[in-house]
């Protein structure tokens, strides 16, 4: 049911376009970002600072672009002062590093870089809002990969949140900053980043939501999905049918009713 059977890409052995039922999907004429926050974040600047209303939403998307440009849209809605956070960064002293290496690679282009499950050179913060823990901390308290909390206070070397996910909810912890390293990346150089290992988290990639529980779930699909049993796992995040919306936009801007999925074809038989 809300198959496409007939539509097949390249290369491909099985059909894998499949129609969203109508009763999921966004439609706007306009901005798509402004449509999908009022959806999953309706009355925002009456509930912005409320922990329940926080924890059980979240707008999901395949890639970090895509996710960023929703994160600062609804930080901008927050009406509190915001905080900047700004990263040491640094090229290891190791062997397989070439002698000219900081020559070659200044500070200024380190900061331009990201890496998967990495905190950004400049992360932008305000009391309020949610946050998702990008390395393990300290678990016999909570703070382990995909923690989501929010921000209650923010200091220059620490913040202040409390826990929203897991099993220490309602505690109140600080972060601080660490020191983090890239591995595995394809620069020819290991990265060194003295960062506070946070995000923003209103919205967030679909591999990152992995584990999560939702009551309300977006899915915007500016892009389709890239990855086997991606679009499964942004779909099972919600717990019922009736708290998932979804908003497909076609390549000419106007919003669609297909999207692409890898492997699981039956989806919505699972919600």
């Known amino acids: 049911e809300g198959l496409l ?3 097949k890409g390249d290369g491909d052995s099985e059909p894998t376009w499949i129609e969203i039922p109508h009763e999921l999907l966004i439609y706007t004429d306009g901005p798509k970002i402004p449509a999908l926050v009022n959806c999953i974040y309706p009355q925002f600047d009456q509930y912005y600072f409320n922990p329940e209303y926080l924890k059980e939403r979240a ?5 970090n672009d895509i996710v960023d440009d929703i994160n600062t849209h609804i930080l901008n809605l927050v009406p509190q002062e915001s905080k900047e956070y700004l990263s040491a960064d640094s090229i290891s002293k190791c062997l397989d590093t070439c002698n000219d290496a900081d020559v070659l690679y200044p500070v200024e282009y380190l900061n331009t870089l990201n890496a998967n499950n990495f905190p950004q050179h400049r992360v932008i913060l305000k009391i309020g809002v949610p ?19 929010i921000v209650t206070n923010l200091g220059d070397n620490i913040i202040e949140a409390i826990i929203i996910t897991g099993s220490n909810i ?16 394809k620069w020819p150089f290991i990265l060194n980043r003295r960062q506070f290992p946070v995000k923003v988290c209103y919205a967030m990639t679909i591999n990152k939501s992995q584990g999560q529980t939702l009551t ?3 899915i915007y699909l500016k892009k389709p999905v890239f990855t086997h049993g991606q679009l499964y796992v942004a779909i099972s995040r919600v717990t019922s049918k009736s708290g998932l919306k979804i908003l497909i936009e076609n390549e000419d801007g106007t919003c669609g009713n297909q999207t692409r999925n890898i492997v699981y074809r039956e989806i ?4």
């Open 170 to 185: 309602g505690e109140k912890v600080y972060i601080p900053r660490i020191n983090l390293t890239t591995r595995g990346c």
């Open 216 to 218: 309300n779930v977006g």
């Open 131 to 149: 946050i998702i823990l990008l390395r393990n901390l300290n678990q016999s308290i909570g703070l382990c990969n995909g923690t989501r909390l």
């Open 5 to 7: 059977p007939t539509n």
């Open 59 to 63: 707008i999901l998307a395949p890639t």
């Open 268 to 271: 919505f038989n699972y919600i």
